[in-house]
């Protein structure tokens, strides 16, 4: 999904008027979105760093991301703050600042706060915020979860969801949809922002809660989730049984989808086996199904 230095060149032309491209170059950008890193000349010299994001296969997820970033930027939350939405022959696309920064992430347990606070701060926005776009709704971590299961790639220890009840719903809000240290970027150990929204929603904040950690446990081992997981408790209520949900729910479509994620063979086979593990503690601690 390359773009060409031209269409670029207008985009940044409509965006930034008089600013010069003097070079770019592709980023990861999420499930499907096609991310170029653009360095550019302003009128009065000054060089700047910007960020050109769309999804010619979902152009309404680059609508909903500008829009919600909109909202964010200016409430504190750590993101960039959009600077234009530009038509383009392949969707919209989003402009805005480069972050400085890096993913790596100290396991320490300041990093973990920082990220269990940055979580809480996103999760109290209310799902009836009267400026959030239209977002799809995630408050039920059962119906999907026992589907998968029973699929093969879960089969060792799906049986024993069969009877788990739902539990209460919790208050809705927004939710990131995707919170992981992937989608995180640090400098001079401040988390600096949150990206890649195109999986935001509104529901149950503890499905993002146990999206991290997940991903946590499988980074950097069970002891950073549970030490996420306190912080987070010491900003926001956790339900354990309703977590425990979500954990299944989120271990599981992992474990289905991650052969479409393009890991390394070695890769994979560990994340697998990690992933499994934070499962069947998961589905121990919620107690054995019917």
């Known amino acids: 999904m390359d773009w060409s230095r031209e ?45 050109v994001r769309r999804h010619p296969r979902s152009p309404e997820r680059v609508r909903m ?20 939405l530009v038509p383009t022959a392949r969707g919209p696309a989003c402009v805005m600042p480069l972050v400085d920064g890096t993913t790596e992430w100290a396991d320490e347990p300041t990093a973990l706060h920082q990220m269990a606070r940055t979580l809480a701060d996103i999760h109290a926005v209310p799902a009836t915020h009267p400026h959030l776009p239209e977002l799809p709704r995630r408050v039920d ?35 990131h949809g995707d919170f992981w240290p992937g989608n995180l970027l640090w400098r001079d150990g401040r988390l600096r922002a949150v990206l890649d929204w195109e999986d935001a929603a509104v529901g149950d904040p503890l499905s ?28 926001r209520p956790v339900d354990a049984d309703r977590l425990g949900l979500w954990e299944v729910y989120v271990s599981s479509a992992a474990l289905v989808y991650m052969e479409t994620w393009g890991l390394p063979p070695v890769v994979e086979a560990a994340r697998r086996q990690a992933t499994l593990a934070f499962l069947d503690a998961a589905l121990l601690r919620l107690g054995p199904g019917d």
Not at 66 to 83: C, E, F, Q, R, T
Not at 209 to 231: I, K, M, Q
């Open 7 to 51: 269409s670029l060149e207008r985009v940044v032309a409509e965006a930034l008027p008089g600013a010069r491209v003097l070079g770019l170059r592709a980023l990861e950008g999420g499930v499907s979105a096609d991310v170029q890193a653009v360095r550019l000349q302003r009128h009065d010299g000054s060089i700047e760093a910007l960020v």
């Open 65 to 84: 991301e500008h829009a919600l970033l909109s909202v964010l930027h200016p409430m504190g939350i750590p993101v960039p703050k959009p600077l234009a």
């Open 141 to 175: 971590p059962l119906t999907e979860a026992q589907a998968w299961l029973a699929s093969p790639q879960v089969e060792r220890v799906g049986p024993r969801v069969v009877g788990f009840e739902p539990v209460s719903e919790g208050a809705s809000c927004l939710l």
């Open 208 to 235: 993002d809660v146990a999206c991290a950690r997940v991903e946590l446990a499988c980074a950097a081992g069970p002891s950073a989730a549970a030490t996420f997981t306190a912080a987070y408790a010491s900003h």
